[in-house]
Each structure stands twice: as C-alpha cells, then as structure tokens.
C-alpha cells in the first residue's frame, strides 16, 4: 500500500504523548511564565500509554502531529519527537498569534486533513475531542493522564497550548 494512500492517525503532544506535570507550575498564580511553561517542554517524560497507542497505530496509518503549541516552539517539539524514538510525521501547530481555544483551531485543521484523507482517529483530550467527535470524527480520549486545570484554561480561555 502506498504511504499517501493510508489513513491518517492524528495525535496530540501535551498530555497525549508528552508528561507536562513538571512545568505547569509555569501556570500557576495570577501571572504565568508562558515563556518558562514552553522552554520546559524539552523535558519532557513521554506516556507510555499514548506512544503505545501512536506506534500501535503507525503500523496501518500515516502519523500526523497535531498541537496546540504555538509555531515558535517547532524546532523543540520536533527534537523530542526524534529523541522519543516516535515516527517523523507532519507537525501542525499554533500560529505564534491565535489565541482560539484549541478545539477550534484544533477542529480547522482537523477538517482540512480529513479533505483529502480518511482520518482514523485523533487522540487528545476531552474538550478537543468533544469538538472533533461532534463535527464526525472517531476520537480516543487521552484518558491516561490526570486532567489539569490549568492546563484547560491555558487552551480554553487563553489560546495558548
């Protein structure tokens, strides 16, 4: 089978396949250090569970990263990729200025994908997911890590991952 050909399998970073626990005290109080929260995520630990899931899937689909990084953060999201060992794929992240909540860029680049290819799934959290399994996509909740407050306003009210 042709590799364009195959369907699409579309995963998260935060929370998906990358531990944020360690930096989000970046987000924490009146006044969050976006700038440290970021900078920290090339240290992040990977879940088990959500790259199981990814090179599970690797095997019948072609592997798209989806985030809500902002696009400044690129050349860091893709070294922990290639340091996790995961397969290259396409990254789509943030613009460095949309602040949308992330299930509405999240869902538009989702659409555009699924134009031209089948998507099979997209794994992320509930909120983005509740979004994509509404407008008709098949969606796996990254139930395997604990849900962060935080980490919800941070893509809810403030657009920012």
Request: proline content about 5%; aromatic content about 4%.
């Amino acid at each position: 089978m042709r590799n364009d050909a195959r369907p699409l399998a579309v995963f998260d970073l935060d929370g998906t396949l990358a531990d944020t626990a360690h930096r989000q005290h970046h987000l924490e109080g009146r006044r969050r250090d976006w700038s440290g929260f970021f900078a920290a995520a090339a240290d992040d630990p990977p879940l088990a569970e959500g790259v199981r899931l990814l090179l599970s899937s690797a095997k019948e689909c072609e592997v798209v990263y989806l985030t809500g990084r902002p696009e400044r953060c690129r050349k860091d999201a893709v070294t922990w990729l290639a340091r996790q060992g995961l397969p290259e794929g396409r990254l789509h992240m943030r613009r460095d200025d949309d602040r949308r909540p992330a299930r509405r860029t999240k869902l538009e680049i989702l659409r555009r994908l699924g134009r031209d290819r089948t998507v099979r799934m997209l794994v992320d959290d509930e909120l983005v997911c509740d979004a994509a399994e509404l407008a008709g996509f098949t969606v796996v909740r990254a139930r395997w890590t604990p849900a962060s407050p935080a980490l919800k306003d941070a893509q809810e009210r403030e657009g920012r991952t």
